[in-house]
């Protein structure tokens, strides 16, 4: 979409297709009607977000192995080399919940824009308050190596503010 903002884009997609609210902003508020808990699974907002044509770099869990995550690493790195939008989900290691995140990228006029995903199956650590999708602009995206965190992030750095721009809370 040459001309627009991208993450002004993905938040109205999400406010049209789901009832999505911003950022917890000083209300403390925030998140999609709990009357559907799908709404806020991190396939449902990465898949209602993500440009038609983006490529799929997977959806990795934790019995994986390493190649796997180096497969997808790669597939994103020749997704931003073609300027392909790419979209990917990982498992993280938890201990009370299951936690998992997830990358979209899309090009703007030749610029790349990614978004970062987190999703926490139960964040009070084990009280079952509902699971949390949180989701960042990344303010850049490189490729680190060497590689020394590729089960967190892939071996990508991708700085966020600390507020995100939206916030999926199944239990509000």
């Known amino acids: 979409m040459p001309g627009t903002n991208r993450p002004a884009v993905l938040l109205a997609l999400c406010f049209v297709s789901s009832g999505c609210s911003g950022g917890t902003g000083e209300s403390g508020g925030g998140g999609l009607d709990a009357g559907d808990a799908s709404e806020c699974s991190l396939e449902t907002l990465v898949g209602e977000a993500a440009p038609v044509g983006a490529m799929d770099c997977g959806t990795l869990t934790l019995s994986g192995d390493d190649t796997d995550f180096e497969a997808a690493r790669s597939c994103v790195s020749n997704a931003i080399d ?47 308050v ?14 680190t190596d060497p590689c020394t965190n590729l089960r967190f992030d892939l071996c990508f750095d991708c700085p966020t503010g600390n507020e995100p721009m939206l916030r999926c809370d199944e239990g509000e």
Do not use: M, N
Request: include cysteine; charge should be negative.
């Open 130 to 143: 509902g699971a949390v999708t949180s989701v960042f602009e990344c303010s850049q995206f490189v490729k």
């Open 82 to 128: 073609s300027e392909t939008s790419f979209r990917v989900i990982w498992d993280l290691q938890g201990i009370d919940s299951i936690p998992r995140a997830a990358y979209l990228g899309a090009f703007d006029g030749g610029t790349l824009l990614v978004t970062r995903y987190g999703f926490d199956s139960d964040p009070s650590g084990g009280s079952d």
